[in-house]
């Protein structure tokens, strides 16, 4: 079983981008009903030129179940375009190593302008992780940061409240 261990980071500007080494388009967007009761979700994404389905365990924390398979790029495009479920999220993620680990920053776009996530992966969820310098408050355990919780409520819908409760 794959478990994916995760913590998610707001920013406090935006000096990361010195750092980044790649970056990457994705849209994405999910099958599963956003509404109601489910133990998964279930996910088409389009990184640049490859596509692939995943399937994730529903819980909010540092740590869940996931499994990720490669799919044809054109039927990626058809489910995001005929079988999505709300918005399809559309972000540009970044990639930039501090210390020991590579951060991923997702700068998201349409609904979601505005919002920059950045998540660090890491083996354990006792690993100790190196803060840079740009990160600010933790979000892992805020459900409404994560992707499939945008696609049904998204950033721009935010009241000014719920845009600062955090920092």
Do not use: C
């Amino acid at each position: 079983m794959a478990r994916e261990i995760e913590r998610k980071f707001l920013l406090t500007d935006d000096s990361w981008k010195a750092s980044a080494y790649q970056q990457t388009d994705f849209a994405q967007g999910y099958l599963t009903p956003l509404q109601g009761v489910s133990k998964s979700s279930v996910r088409i994404r389009i990184e640049g030129d490859s596509a692939n389905i995943n399937i994730k365990s529903l819980e909010i924390g540092l740590s869940r179940d996931e499994y990720e398979y490669p799919i044809d790029l054109a039927d990626a495009e058809k489910m995001l375009a005929t079988l999505a479920v709300g918005p399809v999220i559309k972000k540009t993620r970044y990639l930039v190593k501090h210390g020991e680990h590579v951060w991923e920053i997702d700068e998201f776009f349409g609904d979601n302008a505005g919002l920059v996530v950045a998540e660090v992966e890491m083996r354990d969820e006792d690993e100790k992780v190196e803060m840079p310098v740009w990160v600010g408050t933790e979000v892992t355990h805020e459900a409404r940061y994560y992707n499939i919780s945008l696609s049904e409520y998204p950033y721009q819908s935010w009241n000014e409240d719920e845009k600062n409760k955090n920092f």
